[in-house]
């Protein structure tokens, strides 16, 4: 379902949330890319409540790019098949979420996209990184 530990770590890197890379396996990076999403929401959140909207748009932007050129970039439909193909329709949605919380500074579109990303991190934390070799859509 992901791709090599270094289009991830690529991914990761471009994004610009950086700590830690170098040592963590595709899982953490994964986690990683989750965690960062979430602190850019919520740092738009932050934004929306006192009125920054430039701050609001850079911490979207942000969020949007992790999960664009981290998260969904980093599928790999061939090996991941349906659940990658479906992830990768969550992504876009959570995205359209994030821009309509920008252009009409709506609380809900971020509270909604917050929740979703939650989600999957919860997700993807409980799965150990043991397992990755036995899922041949996952590959380090």
Known sequence: MFTSAGRAINAYVKTGVETGVP???PHRL???LFEGALASIAQARLKLS???VPGRGKAISKAISIIQDGLRNSLDVQKGGELAERLGALYEYVTMRLLEANVHARQEALDEAAHLISELHAG???IAPSKHAANPGIRA
């Open 50 to 52: 006192t009125g920054d």
């Open 30 to 32: 994964v986690l990683m």
């Open 124 to 126: 993807w934390a409980a």
């Open 23 to 25: 040592e963590a396996d």
